[in-house]
């Protein structure tokens, strides 16, 4: 089973970018789907963006669509989350998450989040 790791987190200003990573163990990690979710307080989860295993495919939340970008690097392996023209809506608590089937990833294995905030 693979073991997530999130990071990039940090305070930023509105309008700003900011790239989280999550690094992943273990030695299936090409055929895992890979995701984000945010949780900001007093919110439910909410879907941010996910990746197939080859990368070929993204989806993206309608909050985040034209502003972030997943992307992977299955040689390392890590996935990316690229986070530009953000607002302050966007400050969350983001976790990564990994399941085989792209369909029900937020049911799979999760990261311990990194915290993101967005001030005005």
């Known amino acids: 089973q693979v073991q997530l790791v999130e990071s990039g987190g940090g305070l930023v200003q509105a309008g700003g970018s900011l790239r989280l990573s999550c690094a992943a163990s273990?030695?299936?990690?090409?055929?895992?789907?890979m995701g984000w979710f945010r949780q900001a307080p007093g919110k439910e989860r909410e879907f941010v963006a996910a990746?197939?295993?080859?990368?070929?495919?993204?989806y993206y939340g309608d909050s985040v669509k034209g502003r972030f970008s997943i992307s992977r690097d299955n040689a390392k392996p890590t996935i990316y989350l690229q986070m530009n023209s953000l607002k302050p809506e966007d400050t969350a608590v983001y976790y990564c998450a990994a399941n085989h089937n792209i369909a029900t990833i937020g049911q799979g294995v999760w990261g311990q989040g990194t915290l993101v905030t967005v001030s005005s």
């Open positions: 990746i197939s295993w080859s990368g070929g495919n993204t």
């Open positions: 273990g030695r299936t990690f090409s055929s895992y789907a």
